[in-house]
T-cell receptor, first 113, second 112 residues
Framework: QQPVQSPQAVILREGEDAVINCSSS?????VHWYRQKHGEAPVFLMI?????EQKGHDKISASFNEKKQQSSLYLTASQLSYSGTYFC??????????????FGKGTLLTVNP | DAMVIQNPRYQVTQFGKPVTLSCSQT?????MYWYQQKSSQAPKLLFH???????NEADTPDNFQSRRPNTSFCFLDIRSPGLGDAAMYLC???????????FGPGTRLLVL
């Protein structure tokens, strides 16, 4: 079950804020956030586990609302280096050896000077 | 200090000619994954290994096979590539399930 990301694309000016959402129709165990620059491999940002939590480093943070089965990624005071496609990956169920991460279609973030 | 290495970075093959992509890791992680990513799409999991335990996704075509001869190496074999198999192939590793996945730089496959 692929998670739904919104918006599909967003354009910012340097210093502006953005929120990217990731929603699932099924109960989630964890949500993983990655950023991928064009032609490069995805780079891990953070993992949020069920139980509802928030995490963050630098000016990028995320929350996980277990009741809504939704995670949001917050980018504050955006920098040019934040440009890229942001993917959320969700894991259903309770883990185990048959772990599977399903990625959303991504949100293309462009930060302009 | 590369942790997940993929070779080659670019591979051109002919329609129907078998091709093998390789992935190696220096992290000593238990889990290795292969993803297929087409242009402007999300990475799609093909299969993964948990140690030697192979897990194939239900919708992965039979044309795709994988081998993991030891902890460090994992191979993706495409037995008869079609034009639709042209994509970026990403290898990733994680220490255990539910943990961070570390991606390699990918191999871009072109099928002529």
């Amino acid at each position: 079950q692929q998670p739904v990301q919104s918006p599909q694309a967003v354009i910012l000016r340097e210093g502006e804020d953005a929120v990217i959402n990731c929603s699932s129709s099924k109960a989630l165990y964890s949500v993983h956030w990655y950023r991928q620059k064009h032609g490069e491999a995805p780079v891990f940002l953070m993992i949020l586990l069920k139980g509802g939590e928030q995490k963050g480093h630098d000016k990028i943070s995320a929350s996980f609302n277990e009741k809504k089965q939704q995670s949001s990624l917050y980018l504050t005071a955006s920098q040019l280096s934040y440009s890229g496609t942001y993917f959320c990956g969700t894991e259903l169920g309770s883990g185990g050896s048959n772990y599977k991460l399903t990625f959303g279609k991504g949100t293309l973030l462009t930060v302009n000077p | 200090d590369a942790m997940v290495i993929q070779n080659p970075r670019y591979q051109v093959t002919q329609f129907g000619k078998p091709v093998t992509l390789s992935c190696s890791q220096t992290l000593n992680h238990n889990v290795m994954y292969w993803y297929q990513q087409k242009s402007s799409q999300a990475p799609k999991l093909l299969f993964h290994y948990y140690d030697k335990d192979f897990n194939n996704e239900a919708d992965t075509p039979d044309n795709f096979q994988s081998r993991r001869p030891n902890t460090s190496f994992c191979f993706l074999d495409i037995r008869s590539p079609g034009l639709g198999d042209a994509a970026m192939y990403l290898c990733a590793t994680s220490r255990a399930v539910l943990e961070t996945q570390y991606f390699g730089p990918g191999t871009r496959l072109l099928v002529l």
